[in-house]
């Protein structure tokens, strides 16, 4: 069955301190690859994807992620962080549905906290 | 503005009893989900629909029923089969082309058991 890891489930750093957030799928067909960032009390929204092409992908608020292949891997990085990336973050894979449409497997989310 | 509304934020469930969430979107897309939102979990797939009248099984619909009666809307009924029901739940939407792999989520209603 397809599936999702997130490696740290809560990311403690200080503003300015660089941040990676790992991720690992497992999917042997053609991927497309998601962030989603959830702020507190907000709706999920879209940080970055990556459907093909350059597989580094730079999405808002200078977020940016990477694409290997070989290691079935998409982390998330930033490489300064602000008090205002205190959010849950997580990283999900698309499974077809039929039809063109995909329903989105999501690993377990990671709790960042950035203290001023 | 568009999006997906949600509605109620709270919600508290009798046992025994039957509530329904609304989903309503003016997005124009075809597509709606609802997931479940679970601590430490992520989210898990309960019901989604490609077009109006027609609706599909997700990874967990037992104890939850929907209806697609209107492409803007997609409400889901968490009846009293479900037994552990207490759970964040969102209701995501999507459309065309490539753009069908992007969800657009609502803010969320949260259910307790009293």
């Known amino acids: 069955a397809q599936s999702v890891s997130q490696h740290n489930h809560h990311v403690i750093l200080s503003e300015a301190a660089s941040l990676e957030l790992g991720c690992n799928y497992s999917y042997g067909g053609t991927v497309n690859l998601f962030w989603y960032v959830q702020y507190p009390g907000q709706h999920l929204q879209l940080l970055l994807k990556?459907?093909?092409?350059?597989?580094l992908v730079k999405g808002i608020k200078g977020f940016e992620a990477e694409f290997i292949k070989s290691k079935f891997s998409f982390n998330l990085r930033k490489p300064s962080v602000q008090w205002s990336d205190t959010a849950e973050y997580f990283c999900?894979?698309?499974?077809?549905?039929?039809?063109?449409?995909?329903?989105?497997?999501f690993g377990a989310g990671t709790r960042l906290a950035v203290h001023p | 503005d568009g999006g997906i509304t949600q509605s109620p934020k709270y919600l508290f469930r009798k046992e025994g009893q039957n509530v329904t969430l609304s989903c309503e979107q003016n997005?124009?897309?075809?597509?709606m989900y609802w997931y479940r939102q679970d601590p430490g979990q992520g989210l898990r797939l309960i019901y989604y629909s490609q077009i109006v009248n027609d609706f599909q099984k997700g990874d967990i619909a037992e104890g939850y029923s929907v209806s697609r009666e209107k492409k803007e809307s997609f409400p889901l009924t968490v009846t009293s089969a479900q037994k552990n029901p207490t759970a964040f739940y969102l209701c995501a939407s999507s459309s065309g082309a490539l753009a069908k792999n992007i969800q657009y989520f609502g803010a969320g209603t949260r259910l307790s058991v009293l």
């Open positions: 990556y459907f093909s092409g350059d597989p």
């Open positions: 997005l124009n897309h075809d597509a």
């Open positions: 999900a894979v698309n499974s077809p549905l039929g039809g063109g449409y995909n329903k989105l497997i």
